[in-house]
């Protein structure tokens, strides 16, 4: 069964930083391309960034591209997300998400992690 | 960007109807749309996939459908377990967009 298990999550001032990981089971993490998802409070979902499996390309969303970095260690089977210059309007829930192989859309999500600015 | 623009934001349904939503992609998107349902506090459920594909243990009383630039979801006869917030999403381009949601309550 596949398993992510979002942390990381905190309250943290507008200008601080955060690291969220995702650790993953149940599928071989390498093979698949991996994604962020939020939700702020009273909103909708928002795409985030994604991250390619073995070859690790990534893409981001305007309004987090110069301030957030997804990486990702393959031998931990472990997603992160550093977040910098955090600012109010990042205050959400945040989903990681793996991603089908051939479609790319979400099949797996975790329960999330608050971020609060 | 491409932009997904969903419709109805709101719907109010009984147990029993016939539910559809539409989502209008900005530009073509082939058929590149999942669809997710989303309940408070839970994790997001992917239902469709490549716009009209059941995911593996979805009921069968959803279904997609569309190509290009407008795509429905359909809930033939809604269940209680299936009052939700609705999303679809493009897979054809970066940002994968979402649409703004369809919250379905009880009427």
């Known amino acids: 069964e596949v398993q992510l298990l979002e942390s990381g999550g905190d309250l943290v001032q507008p200008g601080g930083s955060l690291r969220l990981s995702c650790a993953a089971s149940?599928?071989?993490?390498?093979?698949?391309?991996m994604t962020w998802v939020r939700q702020a409070p009273g909103k909708g979902l928002e795409w985030v960034a994604a991250i390619g499996g073995r070859y690790s390309y990534t893409y981001y969303a305007d309004s987090v591209k110069g301030r957030f970095t997804l990486s990702r260690d393959n031998s931990k089977n472990t997603l992160y997300l550093q977040m910098n210059s955090l600012r109010a309007d990042d205050t959400a829930v945040y989903y990681c998400g793996k991603r089908a192989l051939d479609t790319g859309s979400i099949d797996s999500w975790g329960r999330g992690t608050l971020v609060t600015v | 960007d491409i932009q997904l623009t969903q419709s109805p934001s709101f719907l109010s349904a009984s147990v029993g109807d016939r539910v559809t939503i539409t989502c209008r992609a900005s530009q073509g998107i082939r058929r590149y749309l999942a669809w997710y349902q989303h309940e408070p506090g839970k994790a997001p459920k992917l239902l469709i996939y490549?716009?009209?594909t059941l995911q593996s243990g979805v009921p069968s009383r959803f279904s997609g459908s569309g190509s290009g630039t407008e795509f429905t979801l359909t809930i033939s006869s809604l269940q209680p377990e299936d009052f939700a917030t609705y999303y679809c999403q493009q897979l054809d381009d970066y940002p994968h967009t979402f649409g703004g949601g369809t919250k379905v309550e009880i009427k």
């Open positions: 149940g599928f071989t993490f390498t093979s698949f391309a």
């Open positions: 490549s716009a009209s």
